[in-house]
Antibody, heavy 120, light 107 residues
Framework: QITLKESGPTLVKPTQTLTLTCTFS??????????VTWIRQPPGKALEWLAL???????RYSPSLKSRLTITKDTSKNQVVLTMTNMDPVDTATYYC????????????WGQGTLVTVSS | DIQMTQSPSSLSASVGDRVTITCRAS??????LAWYQQKPGKVPKLLIY???TLQSGVPSRFSGSGSGTDFTLTIRSLQPEDVATYYC?????????FGQGTELEIK
């Protein structure tokens, strides 16, 4: 059974750096084809794809946010970390991590999400 | 980036109706398309992937079709529990963009 859970601060100040951790179980990020992605959703708005890290360390980022995002993995801990620099109130959103199966970058398993509010 | 455009943005239908939601990609994406259902306050749920493959456990009244740039999600007989926002997502090339969503309500 695959599960994922996001953790991190619920409130950050403008200009600060956000660090979110996705802790997962039920699969290994050392398995060929696997990946973990981050997706966010501002309140009342649509889903926005942010970043993906593959089993082999390859990474993909949203071009509009690439300069602010870093995704890393710790395979031994079954964790993926997303950092986003220079946070702004428009970054207020629920942040989800999700499992990418080896068959494609669609997402059958999601974490519960964590709401991050950016406010001074 | 590949832009995904859904229509309509919102939809009201009666229980038992056949409902169709359309998703158009700004360039060809073969069949690398998924559909998700998100109920209010809940996590998105994968309904369909590879444009037409039903995810395990999803009711058979849901179906998907299309290839290239034009795709549809069909609900054969709308049920009250289908009230939700539906999103398409392309995974042909990164960034793996979502549509803006279609909000479905019951008349």
């Amino acid at each position: 059974q695959i599960t994922l859970k996001e953790s991190g601060p619920t409130l950050v100040k403008p200009t600060q750096t956000l660090t979110l951790t996705c802790t997962f179980s039920g699969f290994s990020l050392s398995t060929n084809g696997m990946g973990v992605t981050w997706i966010r959703q501002p309140p009342g708005k649509a889903l926005e794809w942010l970043a993906l890290i593959f089993w082999d360390g390859d990474k993909r980022y949203s071009p509009s946010l690439k300069s602010r995002l870093t995704i890393t993995k710790d395979t031994s801990k079954n964790q993926v970390v997303l950092t986003m620099t220079n946070m702004d109130p428009v970054d207020t959103a629920t942040y989800y991590c999700a499992h990418r199966p080896d068959s494609g970058s669609y997402y059958p398993y999601w974490g519960q999400g964590t709401l991050v509010t950016v406010s001074s | 980036d590949i832009q995904m455009t859904q229509s309509p943005s919102s939809l009201s239908a009666s229980v038992g109706d056949r409902v169709t939601i359309t998703c158009r990609a700004s360039q060809g994406i073969s069949n690398y398309l998924a559909w998700y259902q998100q109920k209010p306050g809940k996590v998105p749920k994968l309904l369909i992937y590879d444009a037409s493959t039903l995810q395990s456990g999803v009711p058979s009244r849901f179906s998907g079709s299309g290839s290239g740039t034009d795709f549809t999600l069909t609900i054969r007989s709308l049920q009250p529990e289908d009230v939700a926002t539906y999103y398409c997502q392309q995974y042909y090339s990164a960034p793996y963009t979502f549509g803006q969503g279609t909000e479905l309500e019951i008349k």
